[in-house]
């Protein structure tokens, strides 16, 4: 069982920033992938960032390269999302979560944790 707990979603104007964690309980989770996903209202839920057990292999949705960046600390069991230069498109909940292996995926069926999401909402 891994327990996964997001934070930090809130309101900001666009063009603003936003620092995301997810704190993890449970398996180890030192040994685990780990992915950022969002969804919108009336959207699929969609990759934005991976990063792998040791973060030596990070990958990035297209929309999230540039302006996201995704980090962990294995030490504190949580894995962060900075978020900067917001739009109003990236608007959506997001979702923490697990992947067993230790190379993050892009799919939603590779992972087998979510955390309950935290809700970004960014103005015009």
């Known amino acids: 069982q891994v327990q996964l707990v997001e934070s930090g979603g809130r309101l900001v104007q666009a063009g603003g920033s936003l620092r995301l964690s997810c704190a993890a309980s449970?398996?180890?989770?030192?040994?685990?992938?780990m992915g950022w996903f969002r969804q919108a209202p009336g959207k699929e839920r969609e990759f934005v960032a991976g990063?792998?057990?040791?973060?030596?292999?990070?990958f990035y949705a297209d929309s999230a390269k540039g302006r996201f960046t995704i980090s962990r600390d294995n030490a504190k069991n949580t894995v962060y999302l900075q978020m900067n230069i917001l739009k109003p498109e990236d608007t959506a909940v997001y979702y923490c979560a697990a992947d067993p292996r230790q190379v993050p995926g892009r799919l939603k069926n590779d992972y087998d944790y979510w955390g309950q999401g935290t809700q970004v909402t960014v103005s015009s």
């Open positions: 449970g398996r180890s989770f030192s040994t685990n992938a």
């Open positions: 990063i792998s057990w040791g973060a030596r292999l990070i």
